[in-house]
Nanobody, 114 residues
Framework: QVQLVESGGGLVQPGGSLRLTCAASGSISINAMGWYRHPPGSHRELVAMISNGVNTFYGASVEGRFTISRDNAGNTIYLQMNNLKPEDTDKYYC?????????WGQGTQVTVSS
C-alpha cells in the first residue's frame, strides 16, 4: 500500500520561503510525483510535477518562484517555494502516480500572511 507523508507547511510572511517534503513508502515504480493545491471556488491546480524522474512541470502562477526536486532514491520530493504571495495560501497535496494508480497525501497547510 502506497503512503505519502507531507511536511513543511506553516505560516510565512509575503516574500518569504518554505520547503515542503513528501515521502512515499510502499511504491515500487513511481511514474510521476508532485504537488497540487485547491484554491477556494476554483478547480484543483497543478503546482509542480516530476514525471519519469526527469521532466518537471509547473503551474503558471508559480513558475519561476517554486522548484521541485527529488532525492536520489526517487521516493521523496521537495518543493522549494520562494517569494511567497498571499494567493499561495492553500493546502498543498502530494500526488503520486504508479502505472494507472493515483495516490494522494493528506495535505499540508501553507499560509502566507503578514
Amino acid at each position: 500500500q502506497v503512503q505519502l507523508v507531507e511536511s513543511g507547511g506553516g505560516l510565512v510572511q509575503p516574500g518569504g520561503s518554505l520547503r515542503l517534503t513528501c515521502a512515499a513508502s510502499g511504491s515500487i515504480s513511481i511514474n510521476a510525483m508532485g504537488w497540487y493545491r485547491h484554491p477556494p471556488g476554483s478547480h484543483r491546480e497543478l503546482v509542480a510535477m516530476i514525471s519519469n524522474g526527469v521532466n518537471t512541470f509547473y503551474g503558471a502562477s508559480v513558475e519561476g518562484r517554486f522548484t521541485i526536486s527529488r532525492d536520489n532514491a526517487g521516493n521523496t520530493i521537495y518543493l522549494q517555494m520562494n517569494n511567497l504571495k498571499p494567493e499561495d495560501t492553500d493546502k498543498y497535496y502530494c500526488y503520486l502516480r504508479q502505472w494507472t494508480e493515483e495516490y494522494w497525501g493528506q495535505g499540508t497547510q501553507v499560509t502566507v500572511s503578514s
